[in-house]
Antibody, heavy 125, light 107 residues
Framework: EVQLLESGGGLVQPGGSLRLSCAAS????????MSWVRQAPGKGLEWVSH????????YYLDSVKGRFTISRDNSKNTLHLQMNSLRADDTALYYC??????????????????WGQGTLVTVSS | DIQMTQSPSSLSASVGDRVTITCRAS??????LNWYQQRPGKAPKLLIS???SLQGGVPSRFSGSGSGTEFTLTISSLQPEDFATYFC?????????FGQGTQVEIK
């Protein structure tokens, strides 16, 4: 069974830093793209970042580029998100999600096929 | 960025009703469209990928269709456990974006 367990959230002042972690189990972690998706309180879902299986390529939402860094440790089956220069609008529940690629005639369609329960980040003074 | 617009934003329906949710993309996304269900206080769950491929373990009363810019999620006979919020999501181009959600409530 795929399991994703996030940790590291908390209350931080504007301009502060946090490091989120996601411990993965039940699948071959090093074979999958992994992602962070966030959800502000009472709001919709927002893709934040993802990283390729070897960690060689990373992608970010424009509003977090230069402030957030995604990384992974395949030897420990762990995904990380280093968040610096945090702002009030970063307040959200942060989900770790596995990205699967469905092969169809048109190509490979990425989807978020497994999710953790999330870790809450609150940025407030 | 590709904007995803769902309609309606919310609906009230009864058990056994047929429910249809529409998702429109601001540009052609072919079939790079996924649907998720989120129950209150829970993480999202993937229902359908690539517009119409039902995820394993998802009941067959759920179906998806569409391509290009217009997509639909249909629940053929609403069950009590289906009362939730549904999101569409495009993975055609970065940033991957979601619709604002459709809340399905009990009438």
């Amino acid at each position: 069974e795929v399991q994703l367990l996030e940790s590291g959230g908390g209350l931080v002042q504007p301009g502060g830093s946090l490091r989120l972690s996601c411990a993965a189990s039940g699948f071959s972690f090093s074979s999958f793209v992994m992602s962070w998706v966030r959800q502000a309180p009472g709001k919709g879902l927002e893709w934040v970042s993802h990283i390729t299986p070897t960690g060689g390529s990373t992608y970010y939402l424009d509003s977090v580029k230069g402030r957030f860094t995604i990384s992974r440790d395949n030897s420990k089956n762990t995904l990380h998100l280093q968040m610096n220069s945090l702002r009030a609008d970063d307040t959200a529940l942060y989900y770790c999600a596995r990205v699967d690629l469905l092969v169809v005639v048109a190509g490979k369609v990425p989807d978020f096929d497994s999710w953790g329960q999330g870790t809450l980040v609150t940025v407030s003074s | 960025d590709i904007q995803m617009t769902q309609s309606p934003s919310s609906l009230s329906a009864s058990v056994g009703d047929r429910v249809t949710i529409t998702c429109r993309a601001s540009q052609n996304i072919r079939t790079y469209l996924n649907w998720y269900q989120q129950r209150p206080g829970k993480a999202p769950k993937l229902l359908i990928s690539a517009a119409s491929s039902l995820q394993g373990g998802v009941p067959s009363r759920f179906s998806g269709s569409g391509s290009g810019t217009e997509f639909t999620l249909t629940i053929s006979s609403l069950q009590p456990e289906d009362f939730a919020t549904y999101f569409c999501q495009q993975s055609y181009t970065l940033p991957w974006t979601f619709g604002q959600g459709t809340q399905v409530e009990i009438k």
